[in-house]
């Protein structure tokens, strides 16, 4: 399994908005769903409780880039 990298906007972005890195990787390693998004990233979606997590990252041969991510309600 490729390790998840977090950029330093990801690294920021996560700690303003309550998120922690064990959330990012079970969205990421288990996502409820996964599309392609734009410039060659990808987005995942994870459910947790009343809230659902978006995961932006790029995947490399070596790695996966974290980009971003925030909450949204369903």
């Known amino acids: 399994m490729k390790p998840i990298i977090v950029s330093p906007h990801a690294f920021v972005r996560i700690h303003e908005r309550h998120i922690v890195r064990a959330e990012v990787e079970a969205a990421v390693r288990e996502p ?43």
């Open 32 to 74: 409820d769903l996964k599309r392609p998004a734009k410039r060659g990233k990808l987005e995942v979606l994870k459910r947790f409780g009343d809230r659902r997590l978006h995961v932006f990252y790029r995947e490399t041969p070596k790695a996966l880039i974290f980009i971003t991510a925030y909450w949204s309600k369903p």
